[in-house]
């Protein structure tokens, strides 16, 4: 249900964020505009319809850190090279990116 406040038509039960003034989603950990986390004690439960399966059995629920990369240029590099190159130069960006991660403690997937 919409309520009126000194800042606008807000939802009861949503946030904004304290450092850029976006709105938070319910159940969102984090601003989805600048990334401040939103303190544990402040989280809203996701809206009602709103279906979380339970974990199973054996399965293990953790926060992760996703990193994405692309290497500009790399299909027509891929073209130009040979499988073996191509593999030799995604191996490399790949490790040196695990090595990144790595220097600042975190521990990179298996892939």
């Known amino acids: 249900m ?11 039960g949503e946030l904004t964020c304290v450092a850029c003034g976006a709105r938070i989603p319910a159940g969102a950990r ?13 989280a809203v439960a996701p809206g009602p319809g709103t279906a979380i399966p339970p974990p199973g059995e ?7 850190t996703a990193l994405f990369a692309d290497v500009v240029g790399s299909t027509a590099l891929g073209e130009r090279l040979g499988p073996g190159e191509v593999k030799a130069l995604v191996g490399e960006c790949v490790s040196r990116m695990s ?13």
């Open 30 to 42: 984090f601003c989805p505009a600048c990334g401040t986390p939103v303190p544990a004690d402040e």
């Open 2 to 12: 919409p309520v009126r406040t000194g800042e606008g038509v807000v939802e009861i």
């Open 99 to 111: 090595r990144a991660v790595e220097e600042f403690g975190l521990v990179p997937a298996d892939s």
């Open 58 to 64: 054996g399965d293990e629920l953790r926060p992760i």
